[in-house]
């Protein structure tokens, strides 16, 4: 099966610094790539969807000055958080699709911590 | 607004018993959908995808398609403790995006 790997599992960061999260797909080449967050006992929330090459799409009310995505291969994309703050605490999921069944394959999960 | 609704549960199914989850979604014209697991604490993992109207089969999963009705609905059978999970129904509305629906959370006894 599809393997998406996430990098960092677990991060605590301080306030007002930036974390970046990787999420890569390890065994196809990912033309599409999502990022979700969920909250506890929460429902995914979509943030973005990227495309290989091009600016990320972000849902409405995600800030993309705050939430900065780069994709920028078939296999990478990043997800940085800038200025975190403890209301950014949240466990951060990314997505890969490479195929047109729109199958979506998720990264184990970061869980980002804001002290 | 294209929808995906599940009943949240919980639902609990003793050991060996068929669990049975349902969901609806709001258009016609939906052509993917899929079926997640989620541990708790986890991120969530595929398990069945169906494309057209019937019933597919994978192992003691069986997901089930009816396009008329907007239903698609996911069977597990002989049920076991590993089992208990949130299961999330997903719908492709015709874009590369999925529209998830809440979760139905299921408990096997044992």
């Known amino acids: 099966g599809a393997v998406v790997s996430q990098h960092p599992s677990r991060v605590i960061c301080k306030s007002g610094t930036s974390v970046k999260i990787e999420c890569r797909s390890l065994d196809f080449q990912a033309t599409t790539m999502f990022w979700y967050r969920q909250f506890p006992k929460k429902s995914l929330m979509l943030m973005a969807t990227?495309?290989?090459?091009?600016?990320?799409?972000?849902e409405q009310g995600v800030e993309k000055d705050k939430f900065l995505i780069n994709h920028a291969s078939l296999t990478l994309s990043t997800l940085t958080v800038t200025s975190a703050h403890p209301e950014d605490s949240s466990f951060y999921i990314c997505?890969?699709?490479?195929?047109?069944?729109?199958?979506?394959?998720f990264g184990p999960g970061t869980r980002l911590t804001v002290t | 607004q294209k929808e995906v609704e599940q009943n949240s549960g919980p639902l609990s199914v003793p050991e060996g018993a068929i669990a049975s989850l349902n969901c609806t979604y709001s258009?016609?014209?939906?052509?993917?959908f899929f079926w997640y697991r989620q541990y708790s604490g986890k991120s969530p993992e595929l398990i069945m995808s169906i494309y057209s109207n019937g019933d597919k089969e994978d192992g003691r999963f069986t997901a089930q398609l009816n396009k008329a009705s907007q239903y698609v609905s996911l069977l597990i059978r002989d049920s076991q403790p590993s089992d208990s999970a949130t299961y999330l129904c997903?719908?492709?509305?015709?874009?590369?995006?999925?529209?998830f629906g809440t979760g139905t959370r299921l408990t096997i006894i044992p």
């Open positions: 997505s890969a699709s490479g195929r047109a069944t729109y199958e979506q394959y």
């Open positions: 997903a719908v492709n509305f015709g874009n590369e995006k999925l529209t």
């Open positions: 990227s495309n290989e090459g091009s600016k990320a799409t972000y």
């Open positions: 258009d016609r014209v939906s052509q993917s």
